[in-house]
């Protein structure tokens, strides 16, 4: 078959309706797993060590970390047993919600309901469709700087404004307050919490909690809640849901089972609406939620029916190695940190599986910037940590000590070895 000749030499890009989606460049531009790939192609493709991952949260490769037998074996049981083959509803399962329910309900000062809890496909699909419900003109949201990207990518492709507050170093990364009440105007819609932190592995204190609800409710928005590591907490300050404070302002809990039962993977998230007044119904933000749900995928369903077991059944003892691991893992990391002296640890990891560090650049001869430097260290020391520019903290890195012990070790000698061959003389 003869194809059609064109006649034009030099045929022009004109001719075609269709181009680059710039709202997707932009969003993109701030995503995490691209600021670390970009680390991660300076790796030596003959280096003659193993790489050594220190930028992701994600541990379950390390044997230390595997999630429990339980789980694995409810989502076998959900598979065999062929009822979960179906499109489930846009809000989720009944049976998931209500254990969601239960498993929040038991912070928390009042009941959840299952019609409280939508369920997402992993924290960052959550994250998604709460910054497209709250999307109208002239829209602002505050974001902590450090911070997660993800609010800061979707905020970019939904037209919304981000205005960041800072979280001080110096005071266990505090959110500064009175900066929050000066960022704020008639177009803000919601301030957003992340606790226990990533990435500065920070828990917060009841009272700091409380601060943060009042001065929501004095600014009239609510309070956007990440709790992806809830219980991930291994310093003095216990894990405190932001739904406690449901009664001063009201908040739209994120969380998952990724951290906690170190399953990132199976993405399984849910939007919890810990608003015991029924602002967020009576604001008609549930119904953007549903709406939004109605035109987004949705979890796995057989992931879905496999949850009330997976949360049921999950022993103490399980949670509880988890978290003397982190606790063992987070010693090692601060301290050996600690000894280098072109870093700076200003507060020592609490919770989560991340801490952030301060590059003091006038000890280094020939370093930049934090994304040079991480970039020279995947190349010469095959270790991968995260520029803290992708976390609006130039200067800044980020590294995760959600690590088989013996790598998190070698790891971080290789960065101290690293900072000394780069130490001005």
Same mark, same amino acid.
């Given at each position: 078959?003869?194809?059609?000749?064109?006649?034009?030499?030099?045929?022009?890009?004109?001719?075609?309706?269709?181009?680059?989606?710039?709202?997707?460049? %932009?969003?993109?531009?701030?995503?995490? /797993?691209?600021?670390?790939?970009?680390?991660?192609?300076?790796?030596?493709?003959?280096?003659?060590?193993?790489?050594?991952?220190?930028?992701?949260?994600?541990?379950?490769?390390?044997?230390?970390?595997?999630?429990?037998?339980?789980?694995?074996?409810?989502?076998?049981?959900?598979? =065999?047993?062929?009822?979960?083959?179906?499109?489930?509803?846009?809000?989720?399962?009944?049976?998931?919600?209500?254990?969601?329910?239960?498993?929040?309900?038991?912070?928390?000062?009042?009941?959840?309901?299952?019609?409280?809890?939508?369920?997402?496909? &992993?924290?960052?699909?959550?994250?998604?469709?709460?910054?497209?419900?709250?999307?109208?003109?002239?829209?602002?949201?505050?974001?902590?700087?450090? &911070?997660?990207?993800?609010?800061?990518?979707?905020?970019?492709?939904?037209?919304?404004?981000?205005?960041?507050?800072?979280?001080?170093?110096?005071?266990?990364?505090?959110?500064?307050?009175?900066?929050?009440?000066?960022?704020?105007?008639?177009?803000?819609?919601?301030?957003?919490?992340?606790?226990?932190?990533?990435?500065?592995?920070?828990?917060?204190?009841?009272?700091?909690?409380?601060?943060?609800?009042?001065?929501?409710?004095?600014? &009239?928005? %609510?309070?956007?809640?990440?709790?992806?590591?809830?219980?991930?907490? #291994?310093?003095?300050?216990?894990?405190?849901?932001?739904?406690?404070?449901?009664?001063?302002?009201?908040?739209?809990?994120?969380?998952?089972?990724?951290? /906690?039962?170190?399953?990132?993977?199976?993405?399984?998230?849910?939007?919890?609406? @810990?608003?015991?007044?029924?602002?967020? /119904?009576?604001?008609?933000?549930?119904?953007?939620? =549903?709406? !939004?749900?109605?035109? @987004?995928?949705?979890?796995? @369903?057989?992931?879905?029916?496999?949850?009330?077991?997976?949360?049921?059944?999950?022993?103490?003892?399980?949670?509880?190695? !988890?978290?003397?691991?982190?606790?063992?893992?987070?010693?090692?990391?601060?301290?050996?940190?600690?000894?280098?002296?072109?870093?700076?640890?200003?507060?020592?990891?609490?919770?989560? %599986?991340?801490?952030?560090?301060?590059?003091?650049?006038?000890?280094?001869?020939?370093?930049?910037?934090?994304?040079?430097?991480?970039?020279?260290?995947?190349?010469?020391?095959?270790?991968?940590?995260?520029?803290?520019?992708?976390?609006?903290?130039?200067?800044?890195?980020?590294? @995760? #000590?959600?690590?088989?012990?013996?790598?998190?070790?070698?790891?971080?000698?290789?960065?101290?070895?690293?900072?000394? =061959?780069?130490?001005?003389?």
């Amino acid at each position: 078959m003869l194809m059609e000749k064109d006649n034009d030499a030099k045929p022009s890009l004109e001719r075609w309706k269709f181009g680059h989606n710039k709202a997707m460049a %932009m969003a993109g531009s701030r995503s995490l /797993r691209g600021a670390i790939n970009k680390v991660i192609t300076c790796l030596e493709e003959t280096g003659p060590r193993p790489v050594i991952p220190l930028a992701n949260g994600d541990p379950s490769a390390f044997p230390s970390f595997r999630t429990t037998p339980i789980a694995e074996e409810a989502i076998v049981e959900a598979v =065999r047993s062929a009822q979960y083959n179906n499109y489930a509803p846009t809000n989720g399962l009944l049976s998931a919600r209500w254990v969601v329910a239960e498993y929040l309900s038991k912070d928390l000062p009042y009941k959840l309901c299952p019609d409280d809890v939508f369920l997402t496909a &992993g924290c960052s699909q959550a994250i998604d469709i709460i910054v497209s419900a709250l999307a109208r003109p002239d829209a602002n949201i505050l974001l902590p700087r450090p &911070g997660f990207p993800m609010f800061e990518a979707r905020c970019m492709y939904n037209n919304v404004e981000m205005r960041h507050f800072d979280l001080i170093p110096e005071q266990g990364w505090k959110p500064d307050l009175d900066q929050v009440e000066k960022l704020a105007d008639e177009n803000t819609a919601a301030i957003v919490v992340c606790n226990p932190n990533n990435p500065c592995g920070s828990v917060f204190k009841y009272h700091h909690m409380e601060e943060i609800a009042k001065t929501a409710r004095k600014l &009239g928005v %609510m309070v956007i809640s990440d709790e992806v590591y809830d219980h991930l907490t #291994f310093g003095s300050n216990p894990f405190i849901p932001m739904g406690v404070f449901g009664d001063i302002v009201p908040v739209l809990t994120l969380g998952a089972i990724s951290k /906690r039962w170190v399953v990132p993977g199976w993405r399984l998230g849910w939007i919890a609406a @810990t608003d015991p007044k029924g602002i967020l /119904r009576k604001t008609k933000i549930v119904d953007s939620i =549903r709406s !939004i749900l109605d035109i @987004t995928t949705d979890p796995a @369903t057989f992931i879905q029916g496999a949850l009330p077991q997976i949360i049921e059944k999950t022993q103490d003892d399980f949670f509880n190695n !988890i978290v003397n691991v982190l606790r063992d893992a987070a010693e090692i990391c601060y301290n050996k940190i600690k000894d280098i002296k072109c870093l700076t640890c200003p507060h020592k990891p609490e919770g989560s %599986m991340f801490v952030m560090v301060k590059l003091n650049l006038s000890y280094l001869a020939d370093i930049s910037d934090d994304i040079d430097f991480c970039s020279k260290l995947a190349k010469e020391e095959s270790v991968i940590i995260c520029p803290g520019s992708a976390l609006s903290m130039k200067n800044w890195f980020r590294i @995760t #000590f959600a690590a088989e012990q013996t790598s998190l070790i070698v790891g971080l000698e290789r960065l101290k070895l690293f900072c000394e =061959r780069h130490e001005k003389n």
